[in-house]
Structure formats: structure tokens, C-alpha cells
T-cell receptor, first 115, second 115 residues
């Protein structure tokens, strides 16, 4: 099955700095890579995603890159703000034979943006 | 749209009791997922449905766990009998079917405590 590794587990940055979170996956059949933000007491919220036919995607201060050959993808947050503080999860999804999808999550990164 | 709705938000019960968690997916979504989140194991997929039919229940930990989806707007996850190790946050998520990849939208979760 798929295995997704995520690093670092905790990340502390100063407000205005950039934050980078990295993930690797094992199954070359995975073709969809979403990132989720989870605030305390809430469910994970999709913030950006990338498909395997794209190398990079950007949405305002958030960008994601994908290297299919190396099987790794990264989340980049620029100009961080205190409200970016949360736990971030990467995930990898692949289609299953006969239909259906399987989403495997990384272990999460606790991001803290300090004033 | 109100998003994915889960109830109750918190549940405290004694070991051996039956627990039923409820979920209303986003209208029009074909897929419904049940996840469990713990510090030790992270986010784990328990079971998912496509058009009300269970597709993959390989993540259901034991026969004590069961899930149903009687119609497109309602699903339940039942634990009978409950045990302290079932304490976790249980999330329901739903998704439309868009070919090679699709977004999953999570509910706010049910925090279950079994004493």
C-alpha cells in the first residue's frame, strides 16, 4: 500500500518568513496530492491540491510543487501570518482497480508563526 | 451549502455501551468517508461509500465497528460494544466524483471519549 512521510513534524517561523513542508510517497500510481490545514477543534480543510500531470501550482501565498520522478511534493507558504498557525497534512491518492480511490495522509506538521 | 454535518460533536460514554455517530454529506457528493484521528496513528480511513454502497471497509478495526448509508444524505458509524481504545476524533468526509482525482471535504468531527 501507499506510505506517505511528512517532515518536519513541527515548524516555527517568524511572521513574514516562508515555511516549507515536505512529503514523500511510495506508490507511483498515486496521481492526486492534496494539502489540508487543521485548526484546533476543527476538521481538516483543503487548502490546495495538485495532480500528477502538473509540476507546480500557486494560490496567493500558497504553492505546491510535485516531483514525480523523486516521488516527493512540497507545500510553500510565503509571508506567513499568525493565522497560518495550524497542523498541515499532506496526502496522496490513487485510483483503485475496479473503481474507487484511496487517500493516504502524512503524519502532520505543526506550524507556529510567531510575532 | 452548510458543508458536511456531523453529530454529536462530543460523546462521552462508558465502556461496553453502544455509540452511534452520524453524518450528513454535502448534497450531490457521490462519495462518503469515515476517518479516525488519534495522536498515535494520525488520520486513518475506516470505510468509504460510493452512491450509498460500501466500497472498502478494510480500515474498520474490528467487528465491533459497523457503518451504514441508507440514503444519499445520511450515514452512521456504530461501535458496539465500545472500548477505551476507541477514544478518538471521528471525521466524516464527502466528495464528488471527478475522474482521476477529487477533493474531500471534512466535517467538524465527533470527539469520542470512552471511559
Amino acid at each position: 500500500g501507499e506510505n506517505v512521510e511528512q517532515h518536519p513534524s513541527t515548524l516555527s517561523v517568524q511572521e513574514g518568513d516562508s515555511a516549507v513542508i515536505k512529503c514523500t510517497y511510495s506508490d507511483s500510481a498515486s496521481n492526486y496530492f492534496p494539502w489540508y490545514k487543521q485548526e484546533l477543534g476543527k476538521g481538516p480543510q483543503l487548502i490546495i491540491d495538485i495532480r500528477s500531470n502538473v509540476g507546480e501550482k500557486k494560490d496567493q501565498r500558497i504553492a505546491v510543487t510535485l516531483n514525480k520522478t523523486a516521488k516527493h511534493f512540497s507545500l510553500h507558504i510565503t509571508e506567513t501570518q499568525p493565522e497560518d498557525s495550524a497542523v498541515y497534512f499532506c496526502a496522496a491518492m490513487r485510483r483503485l482497480t475496479g473503481g474507487g480511490n484511496k487517500l493516504t495522509f502524512g503524519t502532520g506538521t505543526q506550524l507556529k508563526v510567531e510575532l | 451549502d452548510a458543508g458536511v454535518i456531523q453529530s454529536p460533536r462530543h460523546e462521552v460514554t462508558e465502556m461496553g455501551q453502544e455509540v452511534t455517530l452520524r453524518c450528513k454529506p454535502i448534497s450531490g457528493h457521490d462519495y462518503l468517508f469515515w476517518y479516525r484521528q488519534t495522536m498515535m496513528r494520525g488520520l486513518e480511513l475506516l470505510i468509504y461509500f460510493n452512491n450509498n454502497v460500501p466500497i472498502d471497509d478494510s480500515g474498520m478495526p474490528e467487528d465491533r465497528f459497523s457503518a451504514k448509508m441508507p440514503n444519499a444524505s445520511f450515514s452512521t458509524l456504530k461501535i458496539q460494544p465500545s472500548e477505551p481504545r476507541d477514544s478518538a476524533v471521528y471525521f466524516c468526509a464527502s466528495s464528488p466524483d471527478r475522474g482521476q482525482g477529487y477533493e474531500q471535504y471534512f466535517g467538524p468531527g465527533t470527539r469520542l471519549t470512552v471511559t
